[in-house]
């Protein structure tokens, strides 16, 4: 009896002792976005070991907002189209004139579902490196966002260069919208979000009722961690297997190096860098700084929209903002090495 009531006063001990690293830093990081240290961060979610540890909301924003998480959305493209997959409505090999007969005889129509997953479908469109042309922009002027993309002139051969767009999300988007018989709206409602219970979300839709699948969509940070939460489960929730293991683990290799470190653009000092690499949708980059050495598997969205996941300390991220076209959309790197990650090795010490 004596020696169970000392590990329950332990554990007591240990728990408290840990909230009270854990707080110190991120009370300090709370500081710093309300003073703009940290600008525009608009809400800041950190659960470790499936407990939430740190959940703030800045700006007028609060837990029940619903924010734009941009083109953070394309990762959920991926998993619709894992879950297509998995329901061997679509193949990776499939090319795109088995939905578009218009394609047929065209080189476009050799472009296969995996060169769209990867960006590397050769369409004459970039929009990561600001090399141009912004057909995201052009498309949106269009009543018809489907046949826009499908008119975009293909200038290398697929499968090779990594050229970032909205262009390949949107045709993913109709290709599962195609291949199911109902809209990408329905599809993701009923595969995705309903077993997770993502209830309140908004599209951005074409003229046509077209579903904007590269991102523009809005939902709330809460249901943003769900989305990360069940890619770090391998595709499970609750017990219930929304998309197989294979397909997470296929998905987010990210083995395309892109030349580019999200690190290095929040210009946090001292950090070591190494390029990101891409995936189906989903980036990884190492992370170095001090004595962290880790990697981190992300979804990224214009002005700071990032649902994270670091396997190494059993962590999931989420942060919106509204740096929107400007490098401090990089500060959540910033802030995850110089606070989130400290504070749970500091627990993970205790």
């Known amino acids: 009896m004596k020696t169970l009531l000392f590990h329950i006063l332990m554990l007591l001990y240990i728990t408290s002792k840990g909230q009270e690293v854990d707080q110190s830093f991120f009370r300090e990081l709370k500081e710093k976005i309300v003073d703009n240290t940290y600008p525009q961060i608009d809400a800041v979610i950190v659960e470790n070991n499936g407990h939430i540890i740190f959940e703030e909301y800045f700006h007028g924003f609060d ?204 210009r946090m000092p001292n950090a070591k860098y190494q390029s990101a690499r891409y995936g189906f949708f989903w980036y990884r980059e190492h992370l170095k700084h001090k004595d962290i050495d880790t990697e981190v598997l992300f979804a990224s969205g214009n002005g700071g929209q990032y649902m994270m996941s670091v396997p190494a300390h059993n962590l999931a991220i989420v942060f919106t903002g509204s740096n929107y076209g400007n490098w401090r959309g990089k500060l959540p790197f910033d802030i995850m090495l110089e606070y989130i990650i400290p504070a749970v090795e500091q627990i993970e010490k205790i």
């Open 63 to 266: 837990k029940d907002s619903r924010h734009d998480i941009r083109s953070a959305f394309k990762s959920i493209t991926s998993l619709l189209a894992g879950i297509a997959i998995d329901k061997k409505l679509i193949a990776l090999d499939d090319p795109l004139e088995r939905f578009f007969p218009e394609l047929k005889g065209e080189d476009k129509g050799k472009i296969r579902v995996q060169h769209l997953l990867e960006m590397r479908a050769g369409l004459n469109c970039e929009e990561f490196y600001a090399l141009g042309p912004n057909c995201e922009d052009e498309m949106a002027e269009t009543e018809d966002w489907v046949a826009f993309c499908l008119g975009i002139d293909l200038i290398q051969q697929p499968g090779i260069n990594w050229s970032y767009n909205s262009i390949a999300p949107m045709l993913v988007g109709e290709i599962i919208a195609r291949a199911s018989g109902m809209t990408v709206m329905e599809f993701a409602a009923r595969n995705l979000f309903q077993p997770l219970g993502i209830e309140d979300y908004k599209w951005t839709i074409s003229p046509k009722g077209q579903g904007m699948t590269a991102g523009s969509f809005f939902m709330r940070p809460l249901d943003m961690l769900k989305i990360i939460d069940l890619v770090r489960n391998k595709g499970d929730w609750k017990g219930q297997q929304i998309i197989s293991s294979g397909w997470i683990e296929t998905s987010t290799n990210c083995d395309i190096i892109i030349d580019y470190s999200f690190t290095r653009y929040s």
